[in-house]
């Protein structure tokens, strides 16, 4: 079964840093683009960032820019999202998807459902 687990959240200060885990089971991570998504409450989901099947190429959304870094192990099936300098604008719950590509700083073309998420909440 496809099965991606986000973990890592939690709640920090203004300026404070967190490290989102994505863990792969049932499948390999190596063919697919990964994506970090988040989704505040009473807004949209929106994507964060993505990170190419190679690793090669890495994209953000302009609000996370400078801040957040993607990154992924293959040898551990895992992606990860380092968040430093976070704001109160970054709470929201963070998903990670599995895609054939990147197409900004979202990952298409999925593969497998979306998680349960991880909260992360920033106070100010």
């Known amino acids: 079964q496809v099965r991606l687990a986000e973990s890592g959240g939690g709640t920090v200060q203004t300026g404070g840093s967190l490290r989102l885990s994505c863990a792969a089971t049932g499948f390999s991570l190596d063919n697919y683009a990964i994506g970090w998504f988040r989704q505040a409450p009473g807004k949209e989901r929106e994507g964060v960032s993505c990170?190419?099947?190679?690793?090669?190429?890495?994209y953000y959304t302009d609000s996370v820019k400078g801040r957040f870094t993607i990154s992924r192990d293959n040898a551990k099936n895992t992606a990860y999202l380092q968040m430093n300098s976070l704001k109160p604008e970054d709470t929201a719950v963070y998903y990670c998807r599995a895609g054939l590509l990147c197409d900004g700083a979202s990952s298409k073309l999925f593969i497998g459902s979306w998680g349960q998420g991880t909260q992360v909440t920033v106070s100010s």
């Open positions: 990170i190419s099947t190679s690793g090669g190429s890495t």
